[in-house]
């Protein structure tokens, strides 16, 4: 019999702590799961007495959605604590926030927080494990894996492809996860944005190259994911005007020539239409961004029942 | 009262010799080759080291204001069980020490309940605030034996001239902490490689090189002594290095984490590696090791910074910058630098020492008869675990934290009185 | 791990096998609605046994889909090892079909549990009927097979072990001991 990784109540702060063999069986699990999905009856006995709880300090209803759907999918019981409605902002710490959780007998966290480390702070007080819905700027593990899901399921072989991902390299944390995923699968990345939006020494950390210029970077490109453009970023003196940003870095009709004809379009969400990506092109044959939100729920499936699906 | 530590190497003249030495009361009496045994309390000291009582520039005693982190008794008392017995208070406290008032009240306490001798640096702009200059010669009759906005920078040029050239006017040296504001920005850790990876903003080693370029500049054409704490990057020693050549009264201190650890300590995302200056690359390590070692960089300081559990222990982004270092300060560079060979225990000795007190005009801190009997007794056979309970400074922020380190301190005398004595050392 | 005894061979699990198809084809009167499905792992090539000797017999083939049931187990926090999930691949609607659960060993009656819940989820069958090799008792539910390819009583203790030529190279049944 074929050893099978093991996934028995370990933590997904991020990609680097798994490896190749590992990150394929997840996308193995998730294609079951995303079977589930497509049936009239959504729903599984799975984790019949599980406890997820989502804890979302930093606001995004879709990932939590999206976490929330796939625990209820697998019949698990679900607690979702938002700071905005929480006493985090009566000044309560997540340490005692996750002590009054662990009360109630969570058995997995899901957790979003503006602070890169956090995930790992929430095991360390509640010992139980947890999965990373992103971490302030550091990680976004989910969405890497719903990313290569999606491309998996289209391409097949993911040795060599080409993938460019444009954008605000320096703010996203959906980048770092996907640079240490695709290169652990062996994927040729490279990513681009305008100087200031792109943080030092990128290629030697993540063995991806680097590019400027748009034009340069789609070469050739079979995947070209388009990232959030934060208006935020402006008043930080990062870049003049979203106009200037668009002329220069905007997937559009004339830029996106440069990549292969068949190349496929992905955006983590949510788009910024006429900004970074044009209607045209997120709408177009090409683009697989609807599904990449479904996705999303079988590769969060597949993990909370990999993680819990077993001896603790 | 007479002591008699038998049998010690002693760092005398730069060099470990040993020899006996006769305390009487709060001096040195004598120091020689053989002692008569007649004294009220004998200690033997063979194969132990001892070494004047260290020296400290650089200490946030958090007294007053912010006692719940750290006080004047916790304070010094957690120097004497890292073997120093001087320590400067960096005046960025709750009122700021910018008055005499303060002054006075933290040295008035530190007599009386001190296990240390505590010199005050006053504020060198009003709060520390950064925006008019403090009544500096009134806090210098009052003792203050330097002036710095310690945790903050003054950003504005033309008020850092009038700082440097009002100082130097009372005689008082200036401390600065180099940091340009807008480099910094939100910055956690070093602006390099492991914030790139972890997505944290970056500090970058620029924030620190603008402004000790511009003071050094500044206090260059004006004669002044300058001393730059804390300095962590080899861009900024380089300038240094070159003011100095040129004959100008430029003194630095380095911390024990910035030539023992670097930047990649923080992809553990344990806020005790979050300090300002950040842990920055093996290369800045390596370069404050050097200028360490050929005298470029004067002496050792600890920038000891206590913060509680409930502000350290939390999200990096949200935990306060520093940790504490007088405990850990001798063992953490004995075991990682002197041991392995890196440096010798004589420049470790000269740097927690003389060379320290040199820089701010402080009473030799050196062993001689006739000085006061500060000096501490450590065996370099023996480990010390810096387990929460033995820490004990108010706070446990340091990266060494249930760790155990070579070296021990076995004894600290100030004024010939013993201020820290090791559970397990022996008084015959 | 030994081996105690071998309980059916090469022919004798062939002749078993044939005289189940033969029961299904009496039982149901013909193969129209019939639809063979092999719970993972062993189930599989038995299920592609019985359709063979149905086409052989009555000369209809007869599809056979594929369940995995390890997302309905309900021992996940018991088991020592990881669980695979391998996904289930019917091809073909179960709404008012006869399914033929088909499964190599029938002992406690957790894992056919498990495969109706499963099958459940899929749609609404006509009818469940249930095929095992061997029947060795010890049943922990209240479930019975209709069709069965030898009654083994045994201890618990003891294990049986089913190979096809498919998966593991020669067709046997084994009783193993500790």
Known sequence: MEATPQFLGRNMYGLEDYSADEIMYILEASKAMKEINLRQYKKIPTLRGKTVCTLFIEDSTRTRMSFELAAKRLSADVVSFAASISSLQKGESLQDTIYTLGAMGIDLYCIRHSSPGSPQLVHKYSQKPVINGGDGRHAHPTQALLDIFSIWEHVGNLKGLKVTIVGDILNSRVVRSNLIGMKKLGMDVTICGPRTLMPPNMDKLFGCRVQYELREALRDADIVMGLRMQFERMTEGLFPSLEEYSKHYALTQETIKFAKSDALIMHPGPMNRGIEILPEIADSKQSIIVEQVANGVAVRMALMFLILGGKL | ?428 | MQLKSTIMDKAQMGRSIHRMAHEIIEQNRGLEKIRLVGIRSRGVPLAHRLSEYLRLIEGQDIPVGILDITLYRDDLSTISHQPVIRGSELGFEIEDAVIVLVDDVLYTGRTVRAAIDALLDFGRPRQIQLAVLIDRGHRELPIKADYVGKNVPTSREEIIKVEFEETDGADFVHILVQ
């Open chain 2, 1 to 428: 009262m007479t002591t008699l530590i038998k049998n010690g190497n002693v760092y005398l003249n730069g060099k470990f010799q040993t020899r006996d030495i006769l305390i009487k009361k709060e001096k040195i009496q004598k120091i020689a080759r053989h002692l008569p045994e007649k004294a009220d309390r004998v200690i033997d000291a063979s194969g132990k080291h001892i070494f004047p009582g260290f020296v400290d520039l650089h200490v946030h005693l958090r007294d007053p204001g912010q006692t719940y982190k750290e006080d004047i008794v916790s304070g010094t008392r957690a120097a004497a069980h890292g073997g120093f017995t001087s320590l400067c208070a960096m005046p960025n406290t709750d009122p700021v020490v910018d008055n005499i008032a303060t002054v006075d009240y933290i040295q008035r306490r530190a007599k009386d309940l001190g296990s240390a001798k505590v010199y005050v640096i006053g504020a060198m702009t009003k709060k520390s605030e950064g925006l008019e200059i403090s009544e500096m010669a009134t806090m210098k009759s009052g003792g203050i034996v330097a002036v710095s906005d310690d945790g903050g920078c003054v950003q504005n040029a033309k008020l850092m001239l009038n700082c440097i050239r009002y100082a130097t006017n009372f005689g008082l040296p200036l401390v600065v902490h180099a940091e340009d504001y807008n480099l910094a920005g939100k910055g956690q850790i070093h602006g390099g490689k492991v914030s790139s990876r972890l997505g944290l903003t970056g500090l970058p080693s620029l924030a620190e090189e603008v402004i000790v370029s511009r003071d050094i500049m500044l206090a260059e054409n004006n004669d002044a002594r300058l001393h730059i704490a804390h300095i962590s990057t080899a861009r900024s020693i380089e300038m240094v290095r070159q003011a100095r050549e040129r004959g100008a009264k430029i003194s630095s201190e380095v911390t024990p984490h910035h030539l023992i650890l670097t930047e990649e300590a923080c992809l553990s995302f344990d806020t005790n590696t979050k300090m300002k200056p950040p842990l920055r690359t093996e290369e800045d390590r390596l370069a404050c090791l050097e200028a360490l070692r050929d005298g470029t960089i004067d002496c050792i300081a600890t920038d000891h910074a206590s913060h509680a559990d409930f502000e350290k222990v939390r999200e990096f982004d949200h935990a306060p910058f520093g940790i504490i270092g007088l405990e850990t300060a001798f063992s953490a560079l004995y075991h990682h630098l002197v041991k392995p060979g890196l440096l010798s225990l004589e420049r470790l000795a000269e740097a927690l020492t003389d060379a320290p007190a040199r820089v701010l005009d402080l009473p030799p801190a050196m062993l001689k008869a006739g000085l006061p009997a500060d000096l501490t007794i450590i065996d370099l056979e023996q480990q010390t675990h810096f387990s929460p309970e033995n820490i004990l400074s108010k706070s446990k922020n340091t990266p060494w934290l249930d760790q155990k380190l070579w070296g021990k301190v076995l004894y600290t005398f100030l004024d010939g009185r013993i201020t820290w004595e090791d559970p397990d050392a022996q008084i015959s």
